[in-house]
């Protein structure tokens, strides 16, 4: 790892680690390896931290077994979280005392755990607001162990659970964070440490409403949480640490020769994100934009590797592409029927059929003709929007204005982005021929009026060779 010689910097810097970066005691010591050799250049740092990896999944698969009376599979579940805590623990270079200590207090964080999944068990359901109250406690068991090694090794540092800094709205599983509020108590809470040369260790993903009660960000929410700690404390940068070195052209687990993208704007990474990219949380560039506050994503595995910064600074990609996205598990809904021509309002009605849902609609393309409005949702939500809209537009149905309301599961979104290719001609142009030269059919197809993106909508059995495609003839090999 480089040595850090420079003069100190005394704005705050932001360092979240993703689930895998503090997965295991090895990956824990590496962190925290990481956040004491910045610690002299950077004095005033803030670790956000998420569950190790894995964890808040069987968190909540525990807390739906509960719901379902599975009484030996929560329990096991339960177990299998207890002990990698407790074998994370007995590996991490503690003294005897300390390790004592922290054990004690992952016990008691599972004894939480069980009774809540006694209480769900009796009631024979869970709510929104107990699934966030369960997912929460990944977190608050990995900022102790974090803190633990960091204590051990002399230095300063406090846990800090977010619910006492980050608050949001009650939207359980999805919480929007307020934004005065949630400034006010962080500057609160955190300066006086961060002026003390502590090292606030802060769990990510979780927030609480104004009465305290625990609420998530949303799955993958911890690079939010950075992102709001780095807004409020006026950072000058937020650090994400993950397990790829940056972020890349396409997701590396389908396009193995991906690479990383050296510099990337904020509107790029957003439309990334949104369109799949499972490596930041959608939301995470908002409340970096109006203050310019730089993102990077880098590797815990692999320190010394330049990088990705996001900024307020466009891509170098001038008329090209700079990275492809896939979302599935969603479907494509049509409400088709010549009588739909010229009569106004039915969009209109379709979309706000599909809002009551609370259904969100990934992307929408109509046909010029007026003949057919379709759009994507995710598959979760299809039966639920169907009947919505067949309640909803029953009268043109019978009369035969609309010919059907249908829905196509299984489809996948792929989408090409890259602030280059505004006003330039031609990159769809490069798109549509790679994916026809594998003779792919195209179910649909959208532009964003950014003109940051095109997306296609295709079968799922198309959806990685069109990836591929796409990335090989239009990012890589394309004379762009
Ligand atoms: P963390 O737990 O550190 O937040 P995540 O698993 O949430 O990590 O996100 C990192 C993962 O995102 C990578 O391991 C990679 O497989 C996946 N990924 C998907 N698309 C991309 C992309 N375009 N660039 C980089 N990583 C991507
Ligand atoms: N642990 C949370 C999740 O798995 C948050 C995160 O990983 O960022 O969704
Ligand atoms: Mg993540």
């Known amino acids: 790892m480089a040595k850090n010689t420079a003069q100190p910097n005394m704005q705050p810097l932001v360092m979240k680690f993703g689930g895998t970066s503090v997965g295991s005691a090895e990956a824990i010591t590496q962190a925290v390896n990481i956040v004491t050799s910045y610690h002299a250049e950077y004095p005033q740092l803030v670790v956000v931290a998420s569950a190790m990896s894995g964890i808040t999944n069987q968190l909540l698969a525990c807390a739906r077994d509960a719901a379902d009376g599975n009484w030996k599979s929560y329990t096991q579940g339960i177990s299998s979280i207890e002990s990698t805590h407790m074998d994370t623990i007995s590996a991490l270079a503690l003294s005897d005392g300390k390790r004592q200590a922290l054990m004690a207090d992952i016990q008691a964080i599972i004894k939480q755990l069980r009774n809540y999944c006694a209480s769900i068990e009796t009631m024979g359901e869970v709510t929104t607001r107990g699934l966030d109250a369960i997912a929460s406690l990944g977190e608050r068991m990995n900022v102790r162990q974090i803190a633990a090694l960091l204590d051990e090794q002399g230095f300063a540092c406090r846990t800090i659970e977010a619910d006492e800094i980050i608050i949001t709205d009650a939207a359980y599983q999805n919480a929007r964070p307020l934004r005065e509020q949630t400034r006010k108590r962080t500057r609160a809470v955190l300066d006086p440490l961060l002026k003390a040369g502590v090292i606030p260790v802060v769990t990510g993903f ?275």
């Open 206 to 480: 979780i927030g609480a409403t104004e009465k305290g009660v625990t609420t998530t960000l949303g799955r993958g929410g911890s690079d939010y949480s950075a992102a709001i700690l780095g807004d409020c404390l006026d950072a000058q940068a937020v650090w994400t640490w993950t397990d790829v070195d940056g972020v890349m052209t396409a997701d590396p687990r389908i396009v193995p020769d991906a690479r990383v993208i050296g510099r990337l704007s904020f509107d790029e990474v957003s439309e990334m994100a949104y369109f799949g990219a499972k490596v930041l949380h959608p939301k995470t560039m908002r409340p970096l934009i109006e203050r310019n506050i730089p993102l990077w994503v880098k590797n815990t595995f692999n320190p010394d590797h330049p990088a990705t910064c996001i900024s307020n600074q466009p891509s170098q990609t001038f008329g090209k592409l700079s990275c492809v996205t896939a979302i599935r598990d969603v479907s494509l809904v049509t409400v088709r029927g010549k009588g739909m021509l010229g009569v106004p309002g039915v969009a209109a009605r379709t979309f706000s059929a599909v809002a009551d849902r609370n259904a969100s609609v990934l992307m929408i393309s109509q046909s010029s003709s007026e003949q057919s409005i379709c759009f994507v949702i995710p598959s979760a939500d299809q039966a639920e929007v169907i009947t919505s809209l067949e309640v909803e537009l029953a009268y043109e149905l019978e009369r035969g204005d609309i010919d059907a309301v249908h829905a196509t599961p299984d489809v996948v979104i792929v989408t090409g982005i890259g602030a280059g290719m505004r006003r330039t001609p031609g990159v769809s142009a490069k798109i549509f021929s790679a994916v026809g030269a594998k003779d792919i059919n195209i179910i649909a197809i959208a532009q964003g009026s950014s003109e940051y993106s095109i997306s296609l909508v295709v079968d799922k059995k198309d959806a990685d060779l069109t990836v591929r495609q796409i990335h090989t003839e239009v990012i890589i090999n394309g004379k762009q």
